[in-house]
């Protein structure tokens, strides 16, 4: 599968997306933008999964702020932006912040209730960083849980690796799938599967690739994983820029990069 976020660089550096979004969203253009890299990221996968099939390419996830959740249309717009794809409803995820939901957990839910009842699925994005209740967790319909990368990079230290233990017993209770983010390093990658979790992303996999690059891999059927070698278990991951095919994209304009994250974690 395959994660879209929005990048932005500005005379040839990279700007943060916690710059750059709370700033879209103070000038009420996040939800055009968040539109914009839904349609990019559902045509590109399209594209992709005719292009090259038997793949694995079997989602996409994207991002969404709680403003778009929020919005009157939300639902509408993932519809067209899934039908002028011709994609199918599961091949598309919607990674959400567990501290958006927490704004308004009840309408949030009815709005992810909705989702899933049209075929999307849900999950929740930097789990742990939040302060959901499990009240609320029980009530949002949610498929999977994406470990805070916080977590991963302290899970060396310690004591440490119990709150991953907790969260990871608490996706089996939910009966949901876990990724965890931002896997740096093998000691990281072990530590995680001798706890029971299989799925997981970050720069030891892969650092952003360019989209031909990622074509070439896709071509040669070439399998994912460290320099080193593959990876514990099936942690695979990829990360790669994605042009706007509709127009040149310009500096100063943010362009969608996809990260590949394999296999199915909604699968438990």
């Known amino acids: 599968g395959f994660e879209s976020l929005a990048r932005w660089t500005r005379n040839g550096q990279a700007v943060s997306p916690a710059t750059f979004i709370p700033i879209a969203e103070e000038l009420g253009i996040i939800e055009p933008l968040g539109t914009w890299v839904l349609q990019q990221a559902c045509r590109a996968f399209a594209d992709w999964q005719r292009r090259y099939p038997g793949r694995g390419l079997e989602f996409i996830t994207v991002n969404v702020s709680a403003r778009q959740l929020m919005q009157q249309n939300f639902l509408r717009i993932i519809e067209r932006a899934v039908e002028h794809a011709e994609l199918q409803p599961s091949d598309v995820r919607l990674e959400i912040t567990e501290t958006a939901l927490m704004d308004s957990p009840d309408s949030a839910a009815e709005v992810l209730r909705d989702l899933r009842d049209f075929g999307v699925k849900i999950y929740l994005d930097d789990f742990g960083t939040g302060c959901s209740s499990l009240s609320h967790l029980h009530k949002l319909p949610v498929d999977v849980l994406k470990i805070d990368r916080s977590f991963v990079t ?115």
Not at 190 to 219: I, K, N, W
């Open 154 to 268: 302290s899970l060396l230290i310690p004591d440490r690796p119990a709150m991953v233990e907790s969260i990871l017993a608490l996706a089996r209770t939910l009966k949901t799938g876990v990724v965890a983010e931002g896997i740096e390093h093998e000691a990281q990658a072990r530590e995680l599967e001798r706890l029971g979790c299989t799925h997981a992303q970050g720069y030891l996999f892969s650092r952003p690739l360019a989209v031909r690059a990622v074509e070439e891999l896709l071509t040669a059927n070439q399998p994912l994983g460290p320099k080193q070698g593959r990876p514990p278990a099936s942690l695979d991951s990829l990360t790669w820029p994605v042009p706007n095919p509709a127009r040149r994209v310009s500096a100063d304009v943010p362009t969608p990069v996809l990260v590949r994250d394999l296999p199915d974690p909604t699968r438990v």
